[in-house]
Every structure is written in C-alpha cells, then in structure tokens.
C-alpha cells in the first residue's frame, strides 16, 4: 500500500506525490506515476482533495442493507448522477451552505475510486487495473431539494453544490476495501459503521459498467454509495469520516452561507 | 453579432478565433479575447465543438408549449441534469449508440448558452454580461434509460453517453435569441419548429440562478431545454438543427455501434 497525497506548496504551485515518514516524494501525476526527483517536508505543504477530477460519479443505492431499508430492489446496473469539478474540496476544508437553501444539508460517508487511466467499455479485469487507489468521499446532499419538485428529482442540484463533494485526506493505492468499514462521526458521535463488502457493485464492476456509459478520465472519482445512518449536519458541525488504512476525512458546515450571510436560518432549520 | 469557431489544425493544434470572409481570426480563447496576429483559411481546418466545456447543465422543462403539452407546471427554478464533457462533440460527427442499448435514441434541438467568465451567485445583469454567445445543441438522450429503473430515473446515465452532446457549429455573439426559432429536421423532414420566446427562464435568468447552485465557468454551455416535436434516431438518419443567425448543427446516428459492432438491433428497434 502507498498513500498519495496533492498539496498545495508555499509559492502556490499544486504538487502530487507519495507520502513516506513526513515528507511528500513529488510524482508527475497519478497518470504519469514519474517521480520528478523532489522530496519536500510535507509540514511546509497545505492539503487539498488528493486529486482533481474532471467529474465525480455518484452511486444511488449500491449497498444491500441501505436498499433492505429502503425497501427498493437491489439494481441490475450502477444507478448514477454527476458531481461537477467545482463541486469538489478537500478535508480540512468548510462545506458552505447555499445562500439560498435553508432546509437539511446530509452527510454521506462514502468509500471513492480513483480512476487512474482512460477507460471506455473495459472490461472487469481491465477495470481492476486502471484503478489508481482509494480515497474517502463526504457525498453531502442538500436534502430538501431532492424531491422539491415532484415532476424531476434533482439529483445533480441537491448534490452538485459548490464544497458539496468532500474527498480526501489522501489516496491508497493497493488497498484491500473488501475487509475495510465506513466509520462516519459527527461531532465525535458515531453515526455510520457499515462494512464495504456489502455493496451491491464491487469496484471494478462499477468502472467497468460504468465505462459502457461514458468515458472515464484519470482522475476522475467515482463515489460508491453510502449505506446506512444517513444523517443531518447541523451549523458549525464536523463530520468526520475515517476508513481504516486510508484516514479520516474531516469537514465542518460553515456557520456562515456561501455568500458570507450568516445562517441563522440554518441553525433552525437543522 | 461575430461568429465564432474552435478547430484543428493540420498539425493538431486546436485554434479558436473569429471567422470572416473564410478565415480564422484566431484569439487566444473566449476567456481571453487577444487576437494572437495569426489569420489562417478555414478551408486547411477541421471543425471542432466550438468551445470545450467542463461540464454542461441541459435544462428539463423549460418551454411552456412542452410543459403544457406533457400536463407539468412551469417549474419554479431552472430544473436541470449534467452531461459531462466527455459526452461533446462538433458538427459532422457522428452520434454513437452505446454497445449494450438497443432502445430508442431522441434528438432533442435546442438553443446553447456559451458561458465567457467564472459566475457564482450572480445578479440576472452580471449574468447577461457573462455570456460569451449562443450555439446550438443536439440533447442526444437513450430515451429507454430514463425510465428503465422505476426508483431512479436515470437522466444522467441516458443523456451522458460519449457523443450525445452535440455542440456547433459555431457561437455567436450579440445575437438577439428573442426573435429565434429552433427547427430540426430529421433527414430533411421538419420535426421540431419552436420560437426561444416561449422560453420560461431566459438565457441570463438560467445563468443567474444556476449560479446560485454550482459555479459556472469560461467555456461551460447550458442547453437551454427542448420543446415540442422530439423523435427518434434511426440509425444512419442525420439531424440537423438550425438556429437562424447561428447556423446549423449536423449529425448522422452512426450504423456501427461505440465499439464498432453493426447496429442490426438499433434498425429494428428504431
């Protein structure tokens, strides 16, 4: 297992690389795995999400016991939306309220795959191994706007905000999900405790289907779903989300609204 | 008005510019409206999609003749799903059918907004002055994927396929889309002939409150919706939608399927 991170240096130039002992060893890029030869002390670096896709692919519905209490039927393929680039943060970072949304914003405590190459209608195998590694991902929804109009529930709305899409704090490459658990926190409270080998499609089934539809990049992220525990994030909360070998994932909702207005219409309302 | 166009080179460059009495006025791109010197014959380039965006919002439900005619309200606030960029192509291509569906493919024709600058949270004013211009759009969709799974409407699966976003052929700035109309015509026969007044968000209303959503960048298209007159793609029929004033858009629905395989079932299924 390697764990990579994507920082931010002192000059403001963004640097991609493998974490060891403290420092970050520079590669060119998760599709061009080069080290460029710098070794930088990461104390000196700011975190960002570990990479920057160029779209987020979220799964609806991917665990057994979510679709059990759901009471809905388990899918034949991989239920989707998108999550657009600008929708993307890292951790340590605060998710902002819409200025003009008052109603529950939910956590969702997700395992994420990052794509490492192009893929196009690959098959399982060839999913397996254009997977980089895998990250953590806060798919943060905006949960009165889903059924808001009754005629057209609005998926990529409720969940494509700007700072909707928390992932990070790093990426792993060579982990083993199937023994791994999503553990989501909020505000030190244990609200999510779900195993991974409950999904409904494994990894390299989702990239695999999922590459039938439409073209993955490198870099690009798919998020595979939560399970149960769901759960409202209130102002000033901090949802943390840790699975263990990858790290935790931390993101507090902002007390104030992505325009700076104060969300006193949050506080109520949460 | 000017009319604006991106296309590749002889050597694989891609140049974006101003065209005029057959030549290309290049400009280093529709963020940054610098002439680079560089005045180069149409007739040695190969049109492309005339901007590259990150992501486009294809609006649902926004001309009142459709809304009344599939019995749904006027929406409140723009109601939109996102095709990714993977799914943009230009005029002259061909529309691929995914290799596992054999339903029905619509076209459907509609006007595109072209955004110019970065927008988040911006006034209806700001907004019109942050259109760059309007283009036209093909909202490829597989019809039968939208509904397909009675729990999850699948927009984003059906309208995000490589090739289902057709983009061009070019943009066009300062064009008065009040007094437009949409027509498409489906191997020459007219299916879609609908006046952009009819709208119920206008251009800079879309702009303004999408960007209340989610940020919107240079080189982002909104398709603006569809309204009456929507069909299906045989294989081999070619769509040509035009827009007088921005010209015409035209794509064949290839007889071979994304990986080449024969599109025997499309041609019964059409």
Redesign the interface.
Known sequence: MNTWMRLMAPDGGIVFGRVENGYLHEYAGLDQLVPTGAVLPLRTLSPLAPCAP??VVAL??NFHALAAKLE??V?T?P????K????VIGSDTPILR???YAGKIAFEGELGIVIGKRC??VSEEEAQSSIFGYTIVNDVTAAGLLTE?P???????AK???TFCCIGPAIVSGFDWRSARVVTRLDGGERQNYPLDDMVFTPAQQVSLIS????L?AGDVIACGTSLGVGSIGAGATVEIAIEGIGTLSNILATER??GVPDTAAQSAA
Chains 1, 2 share one sequence.
């Open positions: 160029g779209k609806w519905n809905k039927p899918p393929h239920l989707f939306l998108l657009p680039a600008g929708s819409p200025a003009h196009s209608n109009n005629h057209f529930p609005q998926w990529c709305r494509g905000f700007d039938q539809d439409l073209t990049e992505a325009e």
